[in-house]
Nanobody
Framework: VQLQASGGGLVQAGGSLRLSCRVTGSRFSLHAMRWYRQARGNEREFVALISGDGRTDHVDSVKGRFAISRDNARRTVYLQMSSLKPEDTAVYYC??????????WGQGTQVTVSS
């Protein structure tokens, strides 16, 4: 199983970015996916999840600004981020919480929001 994340970059406060994470090696439509982030000096924190059947949840700090989605045909999970704030600056990781008895992580993509 491999997770390949992309889409990070530098954006001004108030701007938008869309992160993508393509998954290979699993039966993608059957399992949940999550996004986490880790700011420098902080612990990794949960951002959003989407179940195999499309139910979603987001951490309170991003509700109304971020939206997780998935395209099972493309084996890809997305994180649409809008109204970005400097405190959203972090490395963002996609996560497959459970498949074949273990958890998987993508390599991380840097998001930097300038004020």
């Amino acid at each position: 199983v491999q997770l390949q994340a992309s889409g990070g970059g530098l954006v001004q406060a108030g701007g938008s970015l869309r992160l993508s994470c393509r998954v290979t090696g699993s039966r993608f439509s059957l399992h949940a996916m999550r996004w986490y982030r880790q700011a420098r000096g902080n612990e990794r924190e949960f951002v959003a999840l989407i179940s195999g059947d499309g139910r979603t949840d987001h951490v309170d700090s991003v509700k109304g600004r971020f939206a997780i989605s998935r395209d099972n045909a493309r084996r890809t999970v997305y994180l649409q981020m809008s109204s970005l704030k400097p405190e959203d600056t972090a490395v963002y990781y996609c996560n497959l919480p459970f498949w074949g008895g273990r958890e998987y992580w993508g390599q991380g993509t840097q998001v930097t929001v300038s004020s």
